[in-house]
């Protein structure tokens, strides 16, 4: 059995690649989630896949990803807030807000673990033009700039990994005893010689200021109340309700994101 140095160990890296096929936009409903007057939906499921490399040091293993506190259904989901039955805008019955998902697994042989790193990125769509969704196909660029323009229309908050530079979840200089550290993620370490790291990391998006960060079935109902109904197939330009939604929509369904995560010795 060949001897890890330390001097060998520093040039390795592991690269976990995590894709969020399932878009996080209301890919399940599409615009009729949202009930403006009333209406039926019909839902279509959505899948999300993982993809791993490794070396033969440090290794990811039983990673999964499902929506934060149920087992199900790991697709982001900006729909109305659940059990929102009154109001001028408000849950259909069926599909109802999920903005974070959480991703867990092992890393094994972390003795020499340095750093984790989280980014997020966004990559193309095919289309889709069935009756509940309808959204055109686009390249990483098109989605991109489309996701851009619902962060910049402070319609969503994305999470902290989605940026130009990796964000750093893990360092072995952090002071807290347990290494447990920031951005929504946790780690345990176990093991004396050959440890191990269980960790868990929730992804999160928020509603922005144009909701004045909530739902927004509350916020059409509340302090946005004297903003007009609209029908939903009205222009952003006329500042209707469903003029809003339909801007929302037409930027976010159908949007793929991957998230990296990079396990680099010290």
């Avoid at 999964?64 to 506190?69: D, Q, V, Y």
């Avoid at 109904?229 to 976010?252: E, F, P």
């Amino acid at each position: 059995m060949s001897k890890i140095t330390r001097k060998s160990y520093k040039r390795k890296k592991i690269i976990l690649g995590v894709s969020l096929f399932g878009g996080i936009g209301l890919v399940s409903t599409g615009f009729a989630a949202w009930v403006l007057s009333s209406s039926t939906t019909e839902s279509k499921s959505s899948s999300l896949s993982v993809g791993l490399v490794s070396d033969k040091n440090m290794s990811f293993s039983g990673v999964n990803i499902h929506k934060t506190g149920a087992n199900d259904d790991p697709v982001y989901h900006f729909e109305p807030a659940k059990d929102d039955n009154t109001g001028r805008v408000r849950y259909d019955g069926e599909n109802y807000e999920s903005l974070s998902l959480t991703v867990e697994g092992t890393l094994s042989q972390v003795q020499n673990l340095g750093t984790i790193k989280a980014i997020i990125t966004v990559e193309g769509n095919a289309a889709d033009t069935s009756a509940d969704h309808r959204y055109p196909a686009r390249t990483a660029t098109e989605a991109k700039a489309a996701l851009d323009e619902a962060i910049s229309k402070e319609y969503v908050l994305a999470p902290t990994a989605y940026k130009t530079t990796e964000t750093t979840l893990w360092d072995e200089d952090y002071t807290a005893a347990t290494k447990e550290n920031y951005d929504n993620f946790d780690a345990t370490i176990t093991g004396e010689n050959d440890k191990t790291m269980t960790f868990s990391y929730e992804v999160a998006f928020a509603w922005g200021e144009a909701f004045k960060g909530v739902n927004p079935s509350l916020y059409f109902d509340g302090e946005g109340a004297s903003v007009p109904q609209g029908t939903g197939a009205d222009a952003y330009a006329d500042g209707t309700v469903g003029g809003i939604l339909n801007d929302l929509h037409s930027l976010l369904d159908g949007i793929q994101l991957k998230l990296t995560l990079t396990a680099n010795p010290n």
